[in-house]
């Protein structure tokens, strides 16, 4: 199976899943980037950004570090800190970077930052098992 068919499902990232979130990852020098604004469909409460979807653009933003660059791998561990609400219909700046590797262990941060006004909304750190070709 093809890396894209792994993934074509995914919520996150996944272009064959109907009701996911469309994001596209890229790579760009030692970051992996993507831009997102959440709508209605992704609110929590009174107009903000469900907590939910932001640890999973986190995660997907961390985890596509490895996948954009050939490597498979699954998160072992995540820890996120919300920093401020995200009002529906903000766009928004994902990006992450690898801090080190340990054995089959690849260690990442991730931001989401607000595009309007540089804000960070939430971050995350994680641990990702890196799965053999």
Same mark, same amino acid.
């Given at each position: 199976?093809?890396?894209e ?10 272009t ?7 994001v596209?990852?890229r790579v ?5 980037r ?6 209605? +469909?992704?609110? #929590?409460y009174?107009?903000v950004?469900? $907590?939910?979807?932001l640890?999973s653009?986190?995660d997907? %933003?961390? =985890? ?17 800190r919300?920093?401020a609400q995200?009002?529906?219909?903000t ?6 970077e690898?801090v +080190?590797?340990? #054995? ?5 941060? $991730? ?8 804000? %960070?909304? =939430?971050?995350?750190?994680g ?7």
């Amino acid at each position: 199976m093809s890396r894209e068919g792994l993934a074509n499902r995914c919520f996150v990232c996944g272009t064959g899943n109907p009701i996911g979130l469309g994001v596209e990852f890229r790579v760009d020098g030692d970051h992996c980037r993507a831009e997102f604004t959440p709508d209605a +469909r992704h609110v #929590g409460y009174d107009g903000v950004t469900h $907590g939910g979807i932001l640890f999973s653009l986190l995660d997907d %933003v961390m =985890a596509n570090w490895l996948w954009l660059r050939g490597e498979q791998c699954f998160t072992a561990r995540a820890d996120i800190r919300y920093r401020a609400q995200l009002p529906i219909g903000t766009r928004v700046s994902l990006q992450s970077e690898l801090v +080190r590797r340990k #054995g089959k262990l690849a260690m990442l941060t $991730g931001r989401v930052v607000r595009a309007d006004s540089g804000e %960070v909304v =939430a971050e995350a750190s994680g641990s990702f098992m890196l799965v053999a070709p």
